[in-house]
């Protein structure tokens, strides 16, 4: 019913208290079982378990800056951007963003919310990021030149 294994992990109840000692292996080293680098432990393979995902302070950086580009160089009322709905949003998401002071906080809260949100695993093009994303950015360059910015549909009307 069952092969032969090359690497068996034991369960062992491990002590626990102040006198407690890790599991040794034969050579006295801390055994792992049966991994040999942590890109064993990867679903991946990948030994530093990065892939194609960028650090959050660079993400941000990078879609701040597909916000003013696109707020300079395209129709300012251009869809999705233009619209009410999405303007509400992206002021409602904002205010909740505001009580964070520094862009180390803003990175951190961004890990948390992208860790969990499918939105920012597409590509960064105005038509599709959506408000959270759009938002993150905003509050990542008031963080940067300490300037506030006024809501929404006053950045792209020009008038923010």
Same mark, same amino acid.
């Given at each position: 019913m069952f092969g032969v294994h090359r690497c068996v992990m034991p369960i062992v109840a491990r002590p626990t208290g102040p006198g407690a000692t890790p599991a $040794?292996?034969?050579? #006295?080293? !801390?055994s792992l079982g049966c991994?040999?680098?942590?890109?064993? $432990?990867?679903?991946? #393979?990948? !030994?530093?378990?990065l892939g194609p995902v960028q650090a959050p302070h660079r993400t941000l950086a990078l879609d701040a800056l597909m916000v003013t580009r696109t707020l300079r160089d395209h129709p300012r009322d251009a869809d999705p951007w233009g619209e009410p709905a999405f303007a509400r949003e992206v002021d409602l998401i904002r205010g909740q963003l505001m009580p964070i002071?520094?862009?180390r906080g803003l990175a951190a809260s961004f890990a948390r919310e992208a860790f969990q949100s499918p939105e920012f695993a597409g590509p960064r093009e105005p038509a599709t990021m959506g408000a959270v994303r759009v938002a993150y950015a905003v509050r990542w360059l008031e963080l940067g030149d300490g300037v506030?910015?006024?809501g929404w549909i006053g950045l792209v009307t020009g008038r923010g």
């Open positions: $040794l292996s034969a050579d #006295g080293h !801390a991994a040999r680098s942590p890109g064993d $432990l990867l679903p991946s #393979g990948d !030994a530093t378990g002071r520094n862009r506030p910015r006024l």
